[in-house]
């Protein structure tokens, strides 16, 4: 069964979850002053998948603008002529 797509802005929220146990787990890290061998790969390869993250972040990020953009612009001229202190073709009391 092919997985489920998802939207956008979910993967966007993921990938930042991601990132942030990338960053506790290098900061842990850091704070050992002699790392074992296997924990020196396992740094190598989170800086790997960190780059991959962020990466895939700045191919979203621009889509989700673009998304929201265009939605801002159509909700605008669904809503042109709705709004304002006139409205077109009401009576006017007279």
């Not at 802005?9 to 930042?16: H, P």
């Not at 993250?53 to 001229?77: G, M």
């Amino acid at each position: 069964m092919p997985p489920v797509p998802d939207n956008d802005g979910d993967r966007v929220e993921r990938l930042v979850v991601e990132l942030q146990a990338i960053e506790l787990w290098d900061a842990d890290f850091w704070r050992n002053s002699d790392p074992e061998v296997y924990e020196m790969t396992a740094f190598v390869g989170r800086r790997k998948r960190r780059a991959e993250i962020l990466s895939q972040l700045l191919t979203l990020i621009p889509r989700l603008d673009i998304y929201a953009n265009e939605h801002r612009c159509s909700s605008r001229k669904s809503s042109q002529g709705t709004e304002g202190p006139f409205v077109r073709g009401g009576s006017s009391g007279n």
